[in-house]
């Protein structure tokens, strides 16, 4: 790793966190070093691995956290 970039600045670099000024230093550093591209590469691979984690509710369970909602809503206000 150059002294240009950190890895804490390629994670921020992949989650488009970065400032503007070092997001352009990262990209220059990139084609100009093989190794932080290969960094970048890797981070970011290892960020779509992490994306595919991501939970998502089922419709089923919404619909009982709305059901449930309605149900204490409504002995709320009686």
């Not at 990139?30 to 984690?53: A, M, P, Y």
């Not at 089922?58 to 809503?73: C, D, T």
Request: net charge negative.
């Amino acid at each position: 790793m150059s002294k240009t970039s950190t890895n804490l600045d390629i994670v921020k670099y992949i989650y488009n966190e970065l400032e503007e000024p070092n997001k352009n230093k990262i990209k220059i550093q990139s084609l100009l070093d093989t190794k932080t591209k290969r960094q970048i590469e890797s981070f970011d691979e290892i960020k779509s691995c992490l994306d595919n984690f991501f939970l998502e509710p089922s419709e089923e369970i919404i619909n009982k956290i709305k059901a449930y909602s309605l149900q204490s809503k409504s002995e709320y206000f009686v």
